[in-house]
């Protein structure tokens, strides 16, 4: 736990946290897909390689569509305020919740003892995200 704490909260490196979870609501349709495609060689190039993925969706969750998860992430590190964040500390007591990433939402919060703030991405405008990524992959500015 306090070697997470360490990484998490005392390193000088900024850092987002985009938890799985939120990077499995960024699905991606065939007409997105296609989009992709026809703006040019490198959006082509990149929806080749979906075969496996579409496969693996579609074997584990039911759903012909694919997941975004690096672009997500990637999104917010080139363009922040991409994903609505909060920042997070890492509990190190002897409590039972020991380990356990803590996001406190009030209002001002500001831990002296992190001396730094960490982010976690809690949520996003999916659509608007899907628009910035199909945009960027489709070489506009």
């Not at 007409?31 to 579609?58: E, F, I, M, N, P």
């Amino acid at each position: 736990m306090e070697a997470a704490r360490r990484v998490l909260v005392k390193s000088d490196v900024p850092t987002t946290l985009v938890p799985v979870d939120l990077t499995h609501r960024v699905w991606v349709s065939d007409d997105w897909l296609k989009a992709v495609v026809t703006s040019g060689s490198t959006g082509a190039s990149l929806v080749s390689v979906r075969a496996q993925y579409r496969a693996h969706y579609q074997r584990e969750r039911g759903v012909g569509d694919l997941v975004l998860h690096d672009a997500v992430a990637v999104a917010e590190a080139i363009w922040p305020g991409t994903l609505k964040c909060q920042a997070v500390d890492v509990v190190c007591d002897s409590s039972p919740a020991r380990g356990a990433t803590l996001i406190d939402t009030r209002s001002g919060y500001d831990d002296v003892q992190a001396r730094r703030k960490i982010d976690v991405a809690l949520d996003a405008d999916v659509d608007a995200l899907r628009d910035l990524l199909l945009d960027k992959l489709s070489g506009h500015s």
